[in-house]
């Protein structure tokens, strides 16, 4: 007997296990009370997940800063994310500690 098994994608399948609307909902109020939400907690306690369901039916720009392009797109950010519209995510931004944006 064979038995087949399919696993979706890691992200698809925790966002299906784990229903998260009440911290969807408080990052909601959070993102209309201040442009700029900081997500903080201990690692892999799933932020970055939220971000992207947070981000998910949103025009959305999410920068890993774990990834090297990434990181090369955000040596002049004000360049980078001045023409952006829509929410930005900077995944991992303690990275860039000295990453300072002005209005």
Do not use: W
Not at 87 to 98: K, N, R, S, T
């Amino acid at each position: 007997m064979k038995i087949r098994i399919d696993i979706p994608k890691f992200h698809d399948k925790i966002s299906l296990m784990i229903g998260r609307p009440l911290y969807l909902e408080k990052l909601s109020n959070a993102v209309r009370r201040s442009p700029v939400t900081a997500l903080l907690g201990p690692r892999q306690c799933g932020k970055t997940t939220l971000a992207r369901m947070f981000g998910k039916g949103r025009q959305t720009t999410h920068l890993d800063l774990e990834s090297q392009p990434d990181l090369q797109r955000l040596q002049n950010p004000e360049l980078m994310l001045g023409s952006q519209n829509g929410l930005i995510v900077l995944d991992e931004i303690q990275i860039m500690p000295e990453c300072r944006f002005s209005r």
